[in-house]
C-alpha cells in the first residue's frame, strides 16, 4: 500500500484504565468460578472496572489528553476525533462530541466507529486514508469501553473477561517512508449472533420484558469466537505483513487484541512468531474490546518496546464479526 500523497503514522499514545481493580478471587465470591480456571483458561488475573460516576467519555477524555501531550500538540490543532466502541456514553450524541467538548478540541469534527473489539484499528484506517491524502493534518483516535456496563455479572462464562478502559492515538503526517505501511479489514455479518447484544436497539427497543430476559448484556458462544479468533488472528496479521511488503521476520513487535492468552499463543504458533515479540498485558486488564490494543500499544511504546524504525504489526477481531490488521513503522523516538 503506498499513501497517496503524504506519509501517516501514530506520532502519540496515551491511555487511561480506572482504579478499580477486580481480581480473579473477588470474581470467586460473586459466581461459581475459580482463579485457576480463569488463569488456565484465559490467563487473566485481574480487571480494571469504573465507578458509578464514570463513563466511556470520561475515560476517553483523560487517554486523549494524554495522547494529546505525548504528540506534542494542543487540543484546537485536531482536524477530527473518531471514538471506537461498543459501550457510548448514550445512542447519541456520539462520545467523539463529548470528548471534543471536555478537550477543546473547538476544530475538530468528531464521530463514533462501531466495530467491536476491531474498532480501534478500523478507525486507524479511516484516519490513515484522511491524513494520506492531505485532507486533515491531526486526528486523534480512540477506543474506549466501558464493559462493565453491559456484563451480566451472574455469568461465569462472560463476566470473568472483560474490562474497562481507553487507549488514544494521534495519526499525522509523518517522515516518509515511516508510518502506515499497510492496512487490511474484514467482516463476516453470518456470524453476528455468535457475539451480540440484543436489546436497547431499534430491533428490541429496551423494555421490562427485554430487563427481565437479561437482553442488555453481552451474549457469546465462546467457542465459536475462540475458533474463529485463532485463525483471523493468524491469517489478518499475514495478510498485512504481505501488504506491507516485508517477511514475518522482520516484525518487530505483534500487538494482538488482548482476549485470551490461548488465542494469542495459537495464532502466535501459526505465524511462527516467538512470543518474545508479542505484547501481553491481557492478565493485568482482560479483555476491553476497543480499548484492548490501543491501551497494549501505548504501554508497549511507554515501556521502551517499540522504537523509531520498528516494524510493529497490531491485529484484532471482534464481534460483528469483524477483523483488522496493519503495519507500521514507528515513525517517533520513544527514549
Ligand atoms: N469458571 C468455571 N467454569 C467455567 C467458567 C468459569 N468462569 N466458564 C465456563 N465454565 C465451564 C463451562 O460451563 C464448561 O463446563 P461443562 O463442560 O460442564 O459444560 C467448561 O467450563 C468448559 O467451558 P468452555 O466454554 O468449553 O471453556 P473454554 O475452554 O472454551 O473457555 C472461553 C471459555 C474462555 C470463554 C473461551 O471460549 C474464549 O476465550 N472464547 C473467546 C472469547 C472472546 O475472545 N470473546 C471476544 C469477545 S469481545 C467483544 O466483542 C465484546
Redesign the pocket.
Known sequence: MKPVLFSSGIIGTGSYVPEKVITNQDLEKI????DE??TS??GIRERRIVNDEQATSDLSTIAAKRALEDAGLNAEEIDLIIVAT?TPDMSFPSTACIVQNNIGAVRGAAFDLEA??SGFLYALNVANQFVATGFYKNILVIGAEC?SRITNWKD??TC??FGDGAGAAVVSRVEEGYGFLSHYMGADGNGGDS?NLKAGGSRLPASMATIEQELHY?H?D??E??KF?VRIMASAAEEAIKRAGITKEQIDSLIPHQ??IR?IKGAAKRLNLGMDKIFVNLDHYG?M?AASIPVALDEAVRSGKIRKGDNVCMVGF??GLTWASNVLKWAVDTE
Not at 459466581?31 to 475459580?34: I, W
Open positions: 459466581v461459581n468460578t475459580s480456571w480463569i483458561r484465559t461498543i467491536a473489539c464493559l461465569r462464562r470473568i473477561l457475539l453481552i457469546m465462546g467457542s469466537v475462540f479468533a482476549a485470551n488465542i479483555n474490546s471482534g464481534g
